[in-house]
């Protein structure tokens, strides 16, 4: 599963077929996307909002607080034995992670971000990754996220089954 402001399922970016804007184009074409949970999108080409119908489960940062989102998430994670987590720190709104390299507003919040972290209890978490945090944009609250998330995941990933 993912949290990103982006989908990254353009084909290119700035002239590159492999770069962060494009991973999940490359891997859509060699693989069913219909495992990924995506959250938290809200900036995209018209191309990558029809792309995004392959995806498993697609809900949106304005989606995310209400209870029924989260309870189609976890609904979407039982069918799955293990699952991986890529946390792109531009998932969360600039408010909460201004140290990442393309901010986008109208992000997720903290809590409701930790929500949907602690719903992978339920799951077996083999392994996850936290990416885009920029230091240079930074005054410490997005590394400060970033540390906490990394401890949450950590805590959930060692309730594995
Ligand atoms: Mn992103």
Redesign the pocket.
């Given at each position: 599963m993912v949290f990103?402001?982006?989908f990254?399922l353009r084909n290119e970016w700035e002239g590159s077929r492999y770069s962060h804007a494009s991973y999940l184009r490359r891997i859509s074409e060699v693989r069913d996307v219909s495992c990924v949970a995506h959250i938290g999108a809200r900036a995209a080409t018209e191309e990558e909002w029809r792309l995004s119908k392959n995806l498993g489960l697609v809900v949106s940062p304005g989606e995310a607080d209400g209870t029924e989102s989260l309870k189609r998430f976890k609904s979407f994670l039982s069918d799955f034995r293990r699952v991986y987590v890529s946390v792109?720190l531009?998932?969360l709104d600039p408010a909460y992670a201004p140290g990442v390299g393309?901010p986008e507003p109208g992000g997720l919040t903290t809590p409701t971000t930790l929500k949907y972290v602690y719903a992978l209890r339920e799951s077996d978490l083999a392994a996850f990754d936290i990416v885009?945090l920029c230091p240079v944009y930074d005054n410490g609250s997005t590394a400060t996220l970033a540390a906490r998330l990394m401890n949450e995941l950590v805590a959930v990933a060692s309730l594995r089954k």
């Open positions: 990103d402001a982006h990254d792109d531009d998932g393309t885009e």
